[in-house]
Every structure is written in structure tokens, then in C-alpha cells.
């Protein structure tokens, strides 16, 4: 197996290290970065819970792998709330409509909707509703998600 | 201390916002995977590629000696670390022998044979592929009707029917079937389900000290798993600690440590090494023990006024080779009659073994009685040419005929299915809908309604270990509370539920509260999350031991303060007495006094502040009813199914919190919109799996879930607390449900097929017959 040098930044902080050309950046941020809320659930790029942002961008971490991630800005779930642990927008609506049970598939869903409401990015209901067919949840049928979608799509939650 | 508490408190009945929700929504929740240990192997399996054969060599060199592999295990190298598996009673219930690995004859594909351990999955991986074996095939039963013809699947077994059950013939029975005025049967294949937790089964095993173990593994029960790990190596239970803190998702597949992570651990013992595996979802979607696969062909007996007379049943279920335990359908058996007068019953159940995967336990086992019965009443007033809320109305049980035993002998008490079925007619206009699809079929639209009805269940208090739950909660020495319960949630919110409870009774704010149920040594055995029960058992003993709890503060308060304990309450943290607002003191003051100064203390009185309580319901179940209606539409074009309407009536009894409740029937509802329309695990010819990642089996996604409507109303269970349990309800009468609205759709082009799912390819082959409307 090659080994490859790689550096990315990851929730703002720079993370050096060597890895297999064959690790999944998910896997990596797992295990070399420590940052566990990145859920591996499905592992072929149908569920989205191993959902992080690439450059802003949200990508499915298990279909991606680390070395195409050298020298990207990678926020993951752990990222997402403000630096004095107060909730994002998106994660104060998921917990004000119940939009999570077990929180496995949670993270993955977070991010998704992170990059599509985050700074000057607006997206309707329906974009929202789009972006969420692409994540599977098994707890809660979906509606505290589809609460949340409308919540952040009238810009409700400040 | 019986008198329900009224379900309008300043936390009972409240939509909390979840305490677990701080951790999941941040990325700090900890689940099986993200525990790491140093020096920890990693598991992978090596599987059988055939589904029936004797292993005639298996060549593991190659495996062993790449590098990174620290060891290939087989049946043989594990030894007496093979051991036999238990079920989530503890129980062998007489099913085939199972073990991590099997030694010489597989009996499905994806049976494990041996073990790589190595420093990383991606190497144990690499070694698996390096693993060579020469099987001697022989040709594998599939199917019930291939077990029904074929040689045995376990050879020490008499027959390939593991377990049948049945009630003694009823004599009357055959003369009723004779004279009714109506008599309908109707036939139920339900499809074989991959539960699909989102996360997938876990375990990561460190055998610590001399003779203990500490396990940390998705389960359902830190104390059920605790002991059947204990039971299957030979361990004294007290040490095995299980620890479990976050849970993605049980539904029944984790209410046991089963192969794979039973294998895990005898790894960790063997080799005195930690060990870890985690499931992949390839290997959760072919060889995690499945549910449901079964048919049953039911038998309606009526008068001339459609009242039921008779009732009969013939249930078969396919077990595969290893099931979790014998289904023969027991519960199907006990719960079939449901909220119906039925004055006679029979039921005939087996449960065969075949070459496929064992078969699990799936939120509500037994939820195939609500699709049979409630397809079939519809389809009785179809042939008896009555309304089908109509049919229900007249079978139905009243509030004036219970408290009754039903044909079973089984005690029916405090129900109100017609009372929540009235509830929900209030909600939907019929005589509107049946016009718009009068309307709708005239332009090609094929609408439809479907309406069920059901009671569940909950709190089953009789089967080991589903006995009794144990409550014990601290107010420590800064105020503060916390409570170990006997409780474990895969997603159920008992961290603010039984959070809120707490903060009731005590007087404190829920915010003071902290529950711990992860770690099978720091609180009461209990069977954690299985059959609905920990609002109503642990909900109850949390009100008791609070109430030992109160007491005591009241007492401690009474004596320092001079007062009568009758005149001291306590409200949001302070303890107070009433007429004297200066003697008001904070629980942090009694505290220090209970914990600090034993003199100022009631004579006798033990210090500290903590308490305990174990209950058991008095009744054998505490059933919720439900009454449901949903309105859909079939697409000519396509066969797609799409839901336009859900309604939920349903009395769960006191709601601790309406936002859990109606996550817990959601839930279901998706999940048993999964069932009837999207899910199957399919199995081709050869015994292989052919749904095998998430592209090939459907979960329901957002865009196949309506917005569900709720209504509900509270009938105070007999329990201490009122509370019923919810956690199954959504799933049983979500099918039956969904399952009418479609047949009412597809009215027009002649029966349903009997097979589930009602796939969109299903349903338009049938539409290509001409409507006759």
C-alpha cells in the first residue's frame, strides 16, 4: 500500500499526518482526527449520514477518500456549533422539532442542511426537502426534519 | 399512591426538548464505534459463499501470514470460546445449537466460519479475501415449502419444523364454519425485512484483570447482554460489565448479543487481547438476523347482523437456520383477537427451519395478526356489502363489556379502541372522501381509504426477564439529582422522559436532572427497551422511589426547621413550608444536612439522600388502543402509491412528553410504510442475499413519509403514573392501515396480490386490467 503525506485543516485546526491511498476521508477523520461524529452507516453514498462539508460543499465521506481531501478546509459535525458551544441555526431547529431519536443518522443531516442555509445561502422548502430524500433516518419518519426544513426555510431560527 | 398523576404537570405532558439531543446534535454522543482501546484487534468474518455444504478444507495461510494479521480463528482454534448463544430471555428455547462459528456444515450464505484478527478492518479485509475454501455443496431450502419437502437443515433435529403451537380444536368451530351466513378467508405473505438500524451491530470486548471483562456493545439492555455474555462463557455475571452509552437504533436485532459479537468477544478471551468488531452494512443487510418472513391464511366467520362468530388461523413463518428463537407465532396467536368480540378461536402456528439467515425479533414480532385481521375485516364488508368502519363498529369490544377474558383466557381490561376509532372519525369527513373518489375514478384518479383499529400490548409483565423495572435516584449532596435506572434507550428519550417524571415528583427543575442507564453495573437488571415497557414499569418505579425520596427531604425539612412534615413541599429546588416563607430553604441545605450533620437528623434516621424502588406492573399487559385512517392515491402511470393523508387517533394513557409520543408512533409508521411498500430482503435461487446495500433495499425516505396528523385522548392506565406504552403501536397498525387505503384504491381493478410489499411494479401490473368501476 502507498502511503501519502496529507494536510487538511479540520474544524479549523491543521492536521498532518500519513495514510493509506486507500483510506476513506471519513475513516481518517475517524480515526486520525478523532472526530467520531462522522457516522459511517451505509458506506456506498446512499444514506448521508458520514456528511461533512469539503470547501463548504457537503460530500459523503465514505465516498471520498483522504488524500483527495490534502489541503482542504473540512468542517465535520463537531464544527458546526459556534465556537462557545452554542447550537447552529440548523441544530437549534433540529432540537426545538424533535428531528432526531437514536442520532446516528443526525450528523450527516446537520451538515446537509448546514450547506444549504449557512452564511448568505437561502434555500426554499423544497430544495431542503430535496436535499433531505438523499438521507435515511429509521427512528423518527421524518417529521421533526420536515419541521426543521420549514423552520430554517422561513429563516425562523436565529 | 395509585392515583394517576394528571398528565398536565409542570413536566408531565410537556414537550421537553430532549437532553440527549445537546450531545447527538453536536458530534458527542458515543456509540460502539468510537470507543477505542489500545491495542485493539479488528474483526472481520469470513462468511460462507454457499448456502448449504460441508467445508471440505479451508486454507488460511495466506490470511495468517500477511502482514498486520495477528490471527485467523476457526471453530476449532476458539475451542470452548465457541460458545453457545442465548436469546434475549436467556433461553435456548430448544432452538438449533448456535455458536460464533460454525465448524463443518453451513447453513446459509454469510455463515461465519472463521475469524481474521488484525491491526486495522482494512487489513482483516484484505486477509478474508485471501481465505480459500472447498466446499461439497448440496442444493438449499429457500422457502417454507422447501423446508416442507426437503432434508433436514439441522440433522440432529426430528423434522425441519423447529416449533408448532396451536389451541386444541374447537368442536364448534367446523359446525359454526357450516351455518354462517358469512365466511371470508383471505391469505398474508409477509416479506422477510432487514431491520436496518442505522447504526449496524458493534462490540468492542476487553477482557480486564484476572477474570473480568468490560464489553461495551449496541444493545438493547446493558444487563440482558451483561448476562448472556456471562451465561455463554461461563463468567460470573458481576463480571461482566456491559457499557452502553449511545445506541443508534435496536428494534429488536440487538436485544441480544448474537454470532458475531458473541465471536468478538470469545476472540478478546482467547487471546486476552481487545478486540472490536463492527458491523458493515453489507454484512447488516445479509446476515443480521432479518424479520417477519412469514404467511398466515385467516378465516372470518359471520352472522347475518356481520358480527364475528368464528375466528381461525394457519401461520407459517420461515426461521432460517439460526433463528434469535423459534417463531411459531405465539404472540400472533395471543394478540390476533385484539379489541374484537370473537367467541371462537383457532389458531395453528409453525415455525420451519430453512437455508437462510436466522430470523430476529422486529419492533411488535407479532404486528403480521393487525395486517391479517384488518385486511380481512375489509374485505368481509366488501363481500357483506357494509360499510368497513361499520363491520368494526359492531365487533368491537365496548366499554361495557370489560373488563373480559377473550377466547385465549387473556385478561382485556381498560381499552378504548371504539372511543379513539370515534375520535378519529371526527377528523375525517368519509362521506366527503367516498364523493371524491366516486369523482376520481370517473377521471382516472384511484383514490383511496384505509382504517384500522388495534390494541397493544405494553408492559408485558410475566416472561423472564420481562418482569420488573428498578428506579434508584440521588439528590447528592449539592441538590442536584441523579438516577441509575434499569432503563436503555436506543433512541426513546428516557434521558428526558424519565427526566421529566423525576422532576415532577421531586419538585426540581428538569434541568437538575441526570439519568445514567449505561453501564450494567451501576443500576437494577432490567429488560431495558423490549415490548414497550419503560414508560410504564421504570416510570412507575421512578414515582415510588421519589416518593421514599419526598418523604424523607420532608422529613429532614420538618425536623431542622421545627415544622410538620405535612406542611412541607418542594417547588422548583426550594423547600418550603407552608404559612412560613422565611423557614424556605434550598435542596442543596437539606442536602448538606442530610449528608453532613447526623444530629440534626430525625432520630434514627439513615443519612444521605437516596432511594430505590423496584416495580412490577400488576397486570400481565397495560394496553394503549389506536384507531388510524389514511387516504391514498395510486398512480395508473407508475403503480406508485402516494399517501395524501395520515391520521392518528390513538390513547397511550398519560403522555409524559406528546413530542416523544408522537416520535415513537412516527417511527413505526415509517417503518411499516417500509413494509408494505418498499422493503424486502430478497434471496435469489442459490440462498444469496440480492438486497444488498441501501441502492437495493428501500428504506423509506423523507419523500415516501407524509406529515402525520395526531390526535389523541387519555385514559390513565392502571398503573402508578397512568403511563401505557408506545413503542410498538405505529408499526403494528401503520400496515394494516396503509395496507386498506390501497386495496380501497385499487377496488376497481380486482384484489390485491397476497404478497407483501405492494410495489409500484405490483400494483401496475394489476392496473392493467380494464377499471370496472
Known amino acids: 500500500m502507498s502511503d501519502h503525506e496529507i494536510s487538511m485543516t479540520v474544524n479549523g485546526r491543521t492536521c498532518t499526518s500519513r495514510v493509506e491511498g486507500r483510506m476513506t476521508l471519513g475513516d481518517f477523520l475517524r480515526e486520525k482526527v478523532g472526530q467520531t461524529g462522522v457516522h459511517m452507516a451505509c458506506e456506498h453514498g446512499v444514506c448521508g449520514a458520514c456528511t461533512i462539508l469539503v470547501d463548504g460543499l457537503a460530500v459523503r465521506s465514505c465516498l471520498m477518500f483522504a488524500v483527495q481531501a490534502d489541503g482542504a478546509d473540512v468542517t ?42 449557512q452564511g448568505a445561502t437561502k434555500s426554499d422548502e423544497k430544495t431542503l426537502l430535496n436535499a433531505m430524500s438523499g438521507h435515511l433516518c429509521r427512528c423518527t419518519g421524518y417529521q421533526g426534519i420536515r419541521k426543521a426544513i420549514k423552520q430554517l426555510a422561513a429563516g425562523e431560527a436565529a | 399512591m395509585n392515583a394517576p398523576i394528571s398528565g398536565a404537570g409542570r413536566y408531565i405532558g410537556q414537550r421537553v426538548l430532549r437532553k440527549e439531543d445537546l450531545r447527538l446534535l453536536t458530534g458527542r454522543g458515543q456509540f460502539v464505534d468510537d470507543v477505542s482501546i489500545a491495542g485493539v484487534l479488528h474483526v472481520a468474518y469470513v462468511r460462507s ?118 389451541l386444541p380444536p374447537n368442536p364448534e368451530f367446523e ?101 472490536k468488531w463492527i458491523e458493515d452494512r453489507f454484512e447488516a443487510l445479509t446476515t443480521s438476523c432479518p424479520a417477519r418472513e412469514s404467511d398466515i391464511t385467516t378465516t372470518m366467520a359471520f352472522d347475518k347482523d356481520a358480527k364475528l362468530l368464528a375466528l ?177 434507550s436506543q433512541g426513546q428519550g428516557i434521558e428526558t422522559t424519565h427526566a421529566q417524571i423525576i422532576a415532577e415528583q421531586l419538585g426540581v427543575n428538569v434541568d437538575d436532572v441526570t439519568i445514567y442507564q449505561d453501564d450494567s453495573t451501576r443500576s437494577g437488571f432490567g429488560p431495558g427497551g423490549a415490548g414497550s415497557r419503560q414508560a410504564v414499569v421504570a416510570g412507575a418505579a421512578i414515582i415510588r422511589a421519589a416518593k421514599i425520596l419526598t418523604d424523607k427531604v420532608k422529613a429532614i425539612a420538618a425536623h431542622a426547621l421545627n415544622a410538620n412534615p405535612n406542611d412541607v413541599t418542594i417547588e422548583d429546588g426550594m423547600v418550603k413550608v407552608a404559612g412560613a416563607e422565611a423557614m424556605s430553604r434550598s435542596l442543596k441545605e437539606i442536602a448538606e444536612l442530610a449528608y453532613g450533620d447526623a444530629k440534626r437528623l430525625p432520630p434514627d434516621m439513615e443519612g444521605g439522600l437516596e432511594a430505590q424502588y423496584r416495580y412490577t406492573a400488576e397486570r400481565m399487559f397495560t394496553h394503549a388502543s389506536a384507531a388510524h385512517a389514511c387516504i391514498v392515491e395510486v398512480d395508473r402511470e407508475t403503480g406508485f402509491t402516494n399517501i395524501l393523508r395520515w391520521i392518528s387517533s390513538e390513547d397511550c394513557g398519560v403522555q409524559i412528553n406528546p413530542a416523544i409520543v408522537e416520535g415513537q408512533i412516527a417511527g413505526g409508521l415509517a417503518q411499516a410504510i417500509g413494509v408494505v411498500l418498499h422493503e424486502e430482503f430478497t434471496i435469489d435461487a442459490r440462498g444469496n442475499p440480492t438486497a444488498v446495500t441501501f441502492k437495493d433495499y428501500h428504506l423509506p425516505a423523507i419523500t415516501d413519509v407524509p406529515t ?38 385499487m377496488l376497481p381493478f380486482g384484489p390485491l396480490p397476497d404478497a407483501l410489499p405492494m410495489s409500484p411494479t405490483k400494483l401496475h401490473n394489476l392496473m392493467q386490467n380494464e377499471p370496472v368501476v
Open chain 2, 49 to 166: 459463499e454457499i448456502a448449504r455444504g460441508r467445508i471440505v478444507s479451508m486454507d488460511l495461510e495466506a490470511a495468517r501470514a500477511l502482514h498486520g494479521v495477528h490471527a485467523v480463528l476457526t471453530a476449532a482454534d476458539l475451542g470452548k470460546f465457541n460458545a453457545r448463544c442465548s436469546n434475549m430471555h436467556l433461553h435456548h428455547n430448544d432452538g438449533p445449537i448456535t455458536r460464533p462459528l460454525t465448524e463443518e456444515f453451513v447453513r446459509y450464505v454469510g455463515d461465519p466460519i472463521a475469524m481474521v484478527l488484525a491491526d486495522s478492518r482494512y487489513i482483516a479485509e484484505d486477509a478474508v479475501a485471501l481465505v480459500w475454501v472447498d466446499y461439497e455443496e448440496e442444493d438449499p431450502l429457500i422457502t417454507v415449502e422447501d423446508a416442507m419437502s426437503g432434508p433436514l437443515v439441522h440433522p440432529d433435529r426430528e423434522s425441519n419444523v423447529l416449533l408448532q403451537i396451536g
Open chain 2, 175 to 275: 359446525k359454526i364454519m357450516a351455518s354462517a351466513t358469512h365466511v371470508v378467508t383471505g391469505t398474508l405473505r409477509h416479506q422477510r425485512i432487514a431491520q436496518s438500524t442505522m447504526e449496524a451491530r458493534g462490540v468492542v470486548s476487553n477482557p480486564t484483570g484476572m477474570d473480568e471483562l468490560t464489553v461495551h456493545i449496541g444493545c438493547q439492555s446493558t444487563h440482558i447482554a451483561s448476562a448472556a455474555i456471562a451465561q455463554a462463557f461461563e463468567l460470573p455475571e458481576n463480571k461482566v460489565r456491559v457499557v452502553a452509552k449511545d445506541v443508534g437504533g435496536g428494534f429488536g436485532l440487538k436485544a441480544q448479543p448474537w454470532r458475531e459479537e458473541v465471536g468478538a468477544i470469545a476472540a478478546s478471551l482467547l487471546l486476552r487481547r481487545p478486540v
Open chain 2, 708 to 745: 402525520f396528523e395526531y390526535t389523541h385522548i387519555t385514559t390513565p392506565s392502571f398503573s402508578d403514573g397512568g403511563f401505557r406504552g408506545v413503542g410498538e403501536g405505529g408499526m403494528i397498525i401503520g400496515g394494516p392501515t396503509l395496507l386498506n387505503a390501497i386495496a380501497d384504491a
Open chain 2, 312 to 488: 381461525a388461523c394457519v401461520y407459517n413463518s420461515n426461521n432460517g437456520a439460526y433463528p434469535h428463537m423459534p417463531d411459531a407465532g405465539m404472540p400472533v396467536m395471543m394478540f390476533m383477537p385484539g379489541p374484537y368480540r370473537i367467541p371462537v378461536y383457532q389458531f395453528v402456528g409453525k415455525a420451519w427451519l430453512t437455508n437462510t439467515v436466522g430470523l430476529g425479533g422486529y419492533r411488535a414480532p407479532w404486528a403480521i395478526e393487525a395486517l391479517a385481521r384488518e385486511s380481512l375485516f375489509d374485505k368481509a364488508a366488501r363481500q357483506i356489502g357494509i360499510d368497513p368502519i361499520e363491520i368494526r363498529r359492531r365487533n368491537l369490544l365496548t366499554a361495557s363489556e370489560v373488563p373480559c377474558l377473550n377466547a385465549l383466557g387473556l385478561e382485556i381490561d381498560n381499552i378504548t379502541p371504539m372511543e379513539c376509532l370515534d375520535n378519529l372519525l371526527t377528523k375525517i369527513d368519509v362521506p366527503a372522501f367516498r364523493a371524491e373518489q366516486a369523482e376520481g375514478r370517473k377521471q382516472g384518479r384511484y383514490l383511496g381509504l384505509g382504517i384500522a383499529t388495534y390494541i397493544e400490548p405494553t408492559a408485558a409483565n410475566g416472561v423472564f426477564p420481562l418482569l420488573s423495572d428498578h428506579a434508584q435516584i440521588t439528590i447528592d449532596h449539592a441538590g442536584k439529582v441523579i438516577a441509575n435506572l434499569s432503563t436503555h
Open chain 1, 76 to 117: 465535520t459535525v463537531e464544527g458546526a456549533a459556534a465556537p462557545d458551544g452554542s447550537l447552529s441555526p440548523v441544530q437549534q431547529a433540529m432540537r426545538e422539532c424533535h428531528a432526531l431519536q437514536c442520532g446516528f443518522c443526525t450528523p450527516g443531516v446537520v451538515m446537509t442542511l448546514t450547506s444549504l442555509t
